[in-house]
């Protein structure tokens, strides 16, 4: 059975009119008439009761022409969702994020997905260090990463959509903690909690500026990730210099203070170079589009 004979059928089936339905399938009535009846011989079964005066369908072609809107429909729907796929505009959509942007970034990044591209579901991997997401990027695990540069390894891909600042992080009744602005001098005497990866970018960023203020950090405790991590702080096992997206986790015992003279940590979208994928080309496109370049390159 040909779809275009179902589609002519239910042409036909709709009107009970051989030349209304030619008209509207744009066709000769005599090429109507004889794929129908090619379509009656392959089933063995007439579908029309066919009169001088009326067309009218028999049980056999009632019981059709259901059976062919549905089948027509998943057709249509299929058709649909390819060419969606096709320009990105369905599918899956794999994210990993790294530490804080979890939570500064990732109600905004699933916002902007849900928004403009409402066919493409989302899963989401929070936590995840750079090298752990380039590992995952390039395995075809991951298809966005929101990581902290530089990446690690090669055929990864990156935009910049943000650059942070770094800030203090002190329990609630630390020296500094009443102390409006901080200097990274004023940390030299301190035990510092760090995350416990060596890979980790925010360690390398605050080893670096703590190294131009002109000492090494004492790092007395490592935590997996930032919420055991200030959970350390706020009892007391040491201050953290982290980036500034941590102020969105509010946390009892916690203050943030500003640093003087502390840099700043990048954070970027990064995919697989060459991923032949319409989603994830999408996905970069409009997600690039909503965090301003402009903004960006003033902060670099």
């Known amino acids: 059975m040909e779809l275009r004979h179902l589609r002519y059928f239910a042409a036909v089936a ?13 066709i000769a009535q005599p090429a109507l008439s004889y794929a129908i009846r090619q379509l009656e011989d392959e089933l063995g079964a007439t579908l029309f009761n066919r009169t001088t005066r009326q067309v009218s369908l028999t049980s056999a072609g009632d019981f059709l022409r259901s059976e062919a809107a549905r089948i027509l429909a998943g057709v249509d729907d299929a058709e649909r969702g390819v060419r969606r796929i096709a320009a990105g505009r ?19 990044v699933a916002r902007i997905l849900r928004q403009e591209l409402p066919g493409v579901a989302m899963e989401i ?7 752990l997401q380039c590992d995952q990027l390039r395995s075809g695990a991951l298809d966005v990463g929101v990581l902290r540069p530089p ?27 009443a102390e409006p602005v901080v200097s990274l001098t004023d940390l030299r005497s301190e035990s510092f909690v760090a995350y416990a ?15 131009r203020a002109g000492f090494v950090p004492h790092r007395e405790h490592a935590a997996p990730g930032t919420a055991v991590l200030l959970a350390l702080v706020a009892a007391g096992f040491g201050v953290a210099v982290l ?11 916690i203050v943030f203070r500003d640093l003087t003279d502390a840099g700043s940590i990048e954070l970027a979208l990064a995919w697989r170079c060459g991923a032949d994928n319409p989603v994830v080309d999408a996905a970069i496109n409009v997600l690039s589009s909503a965090f301003t370049p402009t903004a960006v390159q003033e902060l670099l």
């Open 243 to 253: 980036p500034a997206s941590v102020r969105t986790l509010p946390l009892q015992g």
């Open 125 to 131: 991997q929070a936590d995840m260090l750079t090298p």
């Open 14 to 26: 709709e009107t009970c009119h051989f030349g209304q339905a030619a008209d509207q399938l744009h």
């Open 151 to 177: 990446a690690v390894g090669d055929d990864i891909e990156m935009r910049t959509i943000d650059v942070e600042p770094l800030v203090l992080a002190v329990s609630v009744d630390h020296r500094l903690a």
């Open 197 to 211: 990866s060596r890979d980790s970018a925010v360690n390398d960023a605050v080893l670096r500026d703590c190294k």
């Open 90 to 108: 369905g599918g899956l959509l794999r994210v990993g994020l790294t530490g804080t942007a979890a939570f500064s970034h990732l109600p905004r």
